[in-house]
Structures are given as C-alpha cells and as structure tokens.
C-alpha cells in the first residue's frame, strides 16, 4: 500500500501535469504554426526538391478528379467548363449503365484484363531475365552496347510502331509475306486475321517495354553487396545458385512493388499499342479491343463524354481496389514487401 500511496501523492500529480501541458500544446495554435514553420525551415532543401512533382500531380492529378462527378451527369456545353458540369442534368449511374448493358462490354473487359496479366507475368520474368544475363556479361562496353540497343524502342512512339509493324505485315510489300513466298507458301492478309493478334500483341509490347523494364532491375542488381556473391562462392554455390539464393531474393522487394503498381493499373491498356498498331482495323475488334479504344471510338462518334468518364472513373476504382487487395495479400506473408 505505501508503494501505492506514494505513486498517488508524488508521481500521479507529475503524469497528470505533463498530460495536460501536452494537451494545451496541441490546442495552442500559435505553437502549433511555430513548429510547422519550424519544420519547413529546417527541411527547405527537401521541400524544394520535390516541390516541381507536388505542383505537377496537383494540377494533373488531384484537380481533375473534381472533373470526376460529369460521368454522373448528361455532359452538354453550357458556355465554360465548370459552367457546362454545373448546368448538365444530373443522371446518376445511367453512364454506367449504358458502358456495361453494351454487347461489347464482356469483349472489351476481357481483353483489357487477360492483356494485361500475360504483359504483367511474361513481362516481370523476361526483364529479370535479361537483368541477370546482362549483369552476368563480362566485356562491359558490349553490355553497354545491349543495354543502349534494348532501351531504343522504348523511346519510339506507338504510331512509329505502328509503321515498322507494317512493314512486316503488308500484305504487298511485308517481310512476312516475302518470308511466306519463299516456302510456297500462300501470302496472309494479316490486319484481317484475328487469331494471330493476341501472339502479335504480346510480342510487340515485350519489344518495347523489355529493355526498360530490364534496366531498372539491372540497376538493382548492381546494388546488391557483392560481399553476398563471395559468401555464396565460398560455400561451393554455382552461378545458378548465387541467382536463386542471392540475387532472385534481393530483388524480390523491387519486383512485388512494380507487380502491385502494374495490377493498379491492369484495367488500363496502352491506347497507342491497341489502336496504331493493329491500325484500327475493324476485323480485329474481337480480339483488340479493349476498354480505352472502346470509349475513344464511341467518344469520336457519339460524344458522350459522361460515358467516356464513367469508363475512366470505373478503371480508377477497380485498380484502386485491385492495388489495396495485392497490397493486403503481401503484407500477409512478408510486410517489407508492401507497397505501404
């Protein structure tokens, strides 16, 4: 009881004392600013360098998602931009409804998602796969060289693709219809022949998107402690052990937050790749298009721009909730491979 007794008289007082000048510095405004600007002054040099990406996700990130509430609404011109949302009749989910009660809406889902899967799985395997060869080649200048070679197409638009497609494709003047010939055999009206474009696709997108891909990983495998390659050689380990037990697992944290941001996106397509590419041919709709070319199209010939809205606003949610979901699933089994 003593013990007890003299925690109520002595310390008691003393917490109870600290909470409450605790308490009446966080209501006081006044000290409450001086640390802000306290902060601020002492981090100014951070602040100022990430000062040109806040003002830039600002404007083009944060303030067009007020724009967000016209794919509720029956979009008509009424002079300016906000004048035009504030005036336009509400209509509720009737934008929705009309994206999904569409004959195309389980086409274009489809192809949006299975897409984006293989380009997500094909694509992390082949650029880890090319990250570890190229850190592997021994001449660095010709790595180098390879680097340079594989990251080129990656700065090439999509309509210049488009082209180079083309040209293997015409059915006139193709390198596949020549190479066709040669084995006697009949030339191929490619932009007409759907059953090749899913295998077309994939292939052009891993041509672009390789090298880049490759090079962040690469970046992260020179990172990695070359100490740990030496304890692996010590211990007997060959080349394809060092990989598996050495490089594979110190990648792993860079490969799940790329995966997590890809499947952000996985209701996203590359507009240029299922548009210039395939050059807008009507045969192949079945098995290229997708959700953005589906709402360019009816945006070109109908202009709903509510339903083109509810389309980009259904596509934000659901990766939202696909990125919380994958997030949520890793943090399951290793915490410091989440994203957050």
Do not use: C
Not at 17 to 29: D, W, Y
Not at 179 to 192: C, H, R, T
Not at 238 to 261: D, G, S
């Amino acid at each position: 009881m003593d013990g007890i007794s003299r925690f109520i008289l002595d310390e008691l007082p003393q917490a109870l004392g600290a909470a409450n000048r605790l308490r009446l510095e966080r209501v006081n405004p006044m000290k409450a600013f001086g640390r802000f600007f306290k902060d601020i002054n002492r981090n100014i040099a951070l602040l100022l360098m990430v000062l040109p990406a806040t003002i830039w996700f600002i404007f083009f990130s944060y303030l067009p998602m007020l724009g967000t509430v016209i794919s509720f609404k029956e979009y008509r011109v009424h002079g300016g931009f906000l004048s035009s949302i504030i005036h336009s009749r509400w209509v509720g989910f009737d934008n929705f409804k009309f994206l999904f009660s569409t004959e195309d809406a389980y086409v274009i889902t489809r192809n949006t998602l299975l897409y984006n899967i293989v380009f997500i799985i094909i694509g992390l395997v082949l650029a880890v796969a090319m990250a570890i060869v190229l850190s592997e080649i021994a001449n660095k200048r010709l790595a180098k060289w390879f680097q340079t070679g594989m990251f080129l197409p990656y700065f090439l638009s999509w309509v210049i693709v488009g082209y180079f497609v083309y040209s293997f494709l015409s059915y006139d003047r193709g390198v596949m219809n020549k190479i066709v010939l040669a084995f006697g055999m009949d030339p191929q009206q490619w932009y007409s022949e759907p059953k090749y474009w899913p295998f077309i696709i994939v292939i052009v997108f891993l041509w672009k998107s390789l090298g880049y891909n490759s090079v962040v990983y690469l970046a992260a495998i020179m990172g990695i402690d070359k100490s740990l390659y030496e304890a692996a050689m010590i211990d007997g380990a060959n080349k394809w052990q060092q990989i598996r037990n050495v490089t594979l697992p110190m990648l792993a944290p860079l490969m799940t937050i790329l995966t997590l941001l890809a499947i952000g996106r996985i209701f996203y397509a590359d507009f240029g790749l299922f548009y210039q590419v395939t050059r807008d041919s009507g045969t192949l709709y079945n098995v290229t298009n997708v959700i953005d070319t589906y709402v360019y199209r009816g945006l070109k010939t109908t202009g709903e721009i509510g339903m083109s809205t509810a389309a980009g606003l259904y596509q934000s949610f659901v990766g939202f909730v696909l990125v919380i979901t994958s997030n949520w699933i890793v943090r399951r089994f290793n915490k410091d491979n989440a994203l957050f």
